[in-house]
């Protein structure tokens, strides 16, 4: 079983893999583009409402990426990251930065939210700094009702906005070793909101997209991102077999992750169609499988 580790370049050498284990997020186009998605994806769905208020999220994420910009210097983070994802969620020390994008974020939407969202967005203002602290640790660890549903879309815009500034920034090369965890994301640790079957230079090749840091890994195709095992897997989707959006299934394990392949339509974007597919979810669920991933729309509102 191979894994991907983030090395510093001069130790990836002079001959790295022909495929790019690890890519960065691009984020000056990231969320102008995952809004326009959600936008578009919103005119026809019946989750149509939430769709557009997600993108309202994303605006407002773009704009607090624009407003409060982040230098940081990770060179011994890199050194010291060992065997772990340098940004590891549970054992990197976070600045305040991110409750800086968070009430920028709440600044943004509070004008124009819908009427119940407003305590919401009120209740987060007026927390302490250590209370907020106390929720996004919760959060981060998987606590879901320890945060509760309204609340977590909000510290998970702030929180992964500051850990892709941070993933941007990383001095190092990613190269692909022999070791576990695959599912996670190398960079933070964090589990992928879908896989996307890549056009272009990289055609054909599967990446898993992080839910937190926006970070995206090779992965092969033909075998399952949580368990890696192979011999069992089944494709879903709601209309054909040339379907943009399919969710794949293992026996193995009873998992499902979305697959997205932009083959058939250039602008899928991981958070905005699995957002837009939940549809699909209910079915795959149907039929006993449990997702494998995180959508940062869509947190469960138990533990």
């Known amino acids: 079983m191979s894994s991907i580790r983030i090395v510093s370049p001069e130790e990836v050498g002079k ?91 709440i600044a943004e939407l509070m004008p124009d939210a819908p009427e119940h969202v407003v305590p919401v967005l009120e209740s987060l203002q007026k927390m302490s700094a250590k209370e907020r602290e106390a929720l996004a640790t919760a959060l981060l660890a998987g606590e879901y009702g320890k945060v509760g549903s309204d609340k977590a879309p909000f510290l998970w815009a702030a929180l992964s906005l500051y850990w892709a500034q941070m993933a941007s920034q990383i001095p190092g090369k990613a190269r692909t070793e022999y070791g576990e965890g695959r599912h996670f994301c190398p960079v933070c640790g964090s589990a992928p909101v879908a896989s996307l079957v890549h056009i272009g230079t990289d055609a054909g090749l599967r990446y898993l997209h992080c839910s937190l840091c926006e970070s995206e890994w090779h992965m092969v195709r033909v075998k399952c991102s949580n368990c890696e095992q192979g011999g069992s897997l089944n494709y879903w989707s709601l209309d054909s077999e040339k379907a943009a959006v399919k969710a794949e299934s293992c026996s193995d394990c009873g998992s499902y992750l979305k697959i997205l392949y932009q083959e058939q339509d250039q602008y899928v974007e991981p958070v905005a169609d699995d957002l837009a597919s939940l549809v699909l979810d209910a079915k795959v669920e149907e039929e006993g499988f449990a997702r494998s991933s995180i959508n940062p729309f869509m947190f469960p509102s138990g533990e």
């Open 15 to 105: 001959n790295p893999t022909a495929i790019p284990p690890l890519l960065f997020a691009n984020l000056k186009s990231l969320y102008t583009r995952r809004a326009e998605r959600m936008r578009q994806l919103a005119k026809e769905s019946p989750l149509g409402g939430y769709l557009t208020f997600a993108a309202t999220v994303v605006d407002a994420q773009d704009k607090a990426r624009h407003d409060h910009p982040l230098t940081v210097d990770l060179t011994d983070v890199l050194k010291n990251a060992s065997d772990r994802p340098p940004l590891a969620t549970d054992t990197y020390p976070r600045s305040e930065h991110w409750q800086t994008l968070l009430l920028s974020i």
